[in-house]
């Protein structure tokens, strides 16, 4: 199993187990989705605190396994990455990232998916969007999730910088809402979940459709604009090429 989950109280922990940094492949994204799907059926659930393993949140897409399929692997993977995302924003629960370590690319995507962000206040952890310099398009779900979370302005100086910043500047960068000590972190997205359990269940569910109306909305609208080509993209030679390039100067480090 790639996803360990635990209760505490009426929380569901939902922690990443994914090799030592959470790289994102078929298995986890699979996984995860069927996770947020079953936890709002449990009625002794009424909150979540999405981690990672205390070093790593979540280092994005496991880039060497993506290389070692085929144009169809390539595919099934993106539209499972996209769904993974989709499966985290829209979970009726409350969602609370508990975020330790770094938080990088798709590991950053799904983070800000979740309802609120507690981030670790450690300048040796990084987050950020680096898609653009390993040479990958942003499924459609990842960057409206991170429109909707940055504004316009943030997002392209995020996403065209394609650099991290500091975790203990996340929250004035807008990448977090609370920031903690590390022995802290999982407590307090802990606290924020229990709080938000007490709303009633249909309350929060209709408060969150209402606060993330357009994100859903803009998905749903631009999937069918860009999804195909993002698809078409990924699979194809000069991102693969550009793909076994940066796997080769990263291993080299």
Do not use: Y
């Amino acid at each position: 199993m790639t996803v360990h989950v635990e209760q505490v109280d009426s929380c569901a922990v939902v922690r990443l187990d994914s090799g030592k940094v959470n790289a994102m492949d078929l298995a986890l994204c699979d996984e995860l989705t069927g996770v947020f799907s079953r936890l709002p059926q449990d009625p002794s659930v009424r909150a979540v605190v999405l981690t990672g393993n205390g070093r790593t949140f979540c280092a994005g897409v496991d880039l060497p396994s993506l290389l070692g399929g085929d144009d169809g692997a390539a595919r099934a993977f993106v539209t499972s990455l996209g769904a993974c995302f989709e499966a985290v924003l829209r979970c009726p629960l409350p969602v609370v990232a508990a975020v330790e370590g770094h938080a990088i690319a798709g590991g950053c995507v799904l983070m800000c998916a979740s309802d609120l962000r507690v981030v670790v206040d450690d300048p040796r952890v990084r987050l950020g969007l680096t898609e653009l310099a390993v040479g990958v398009p942003f499924p459609t779900s990842a960057v409206e999730i991170m429109r909707w979370r940055l504004g316009e302005t943030r997002l392209a100086q995020r996403v065209l910088l394609a650099d991290t910043v500091a975790a203990d500047t996340a929250v004035a960068a807008g990448l977090a809402d609370v920031s903690a000590s590390r022995d802290d972190v999982v407590a307090r997205a802990l606290t924020l979940a229990t709080s938000l359990a007490a709303v009633p269940s249909e309350v929060f569910r209709l408060t969150k459709a209402q606060l993330q109306a357009d994100v859903r909305e803009r998905i749903a609208t631009r999937s069918g604009t860009w999804e195909a080509e993002v698809h078409d993209l990924w699979s194809s030679e000069p991102v693969r090429a550009s793909l076994e390039q940066f796997v080769a100067r990263t291993l080299r480090r």
